[in-house]
């Protein structure tokens, strides 16, 4: 999957929408619009993360010898 490509950004909005009914629904504490939205980004900034360092190396042309 390209970084930041139509499909990056639809499972990103899909990413931050779960995490943030999540977040609001189940809480009952007066900050919950701060909170959800707080958690919500900090998803998707991990999702785009980690979506980083597993694309990082997808066009390796010099794998380690001997990897097997």
Known sequence: ????GK???IILVIT????FLMNY??????DKLQRALMTAFA???GLTIG???LNKGRNDKNPPQNFD
Do not use: R
């Open 43 to 45: 998803g998707v900034v």
């Open 25 to 30: 629904i189940g809480n009952d504490l007066p």
């Open 51 to 53: 979506l980083f360092i």
């Open 1 to 4: 999957m390209k970084l930041f």
């Open 16 to 19: 931050f929408v779960i995490l």
């Open 7 to 9: 499909n990056h950004i």
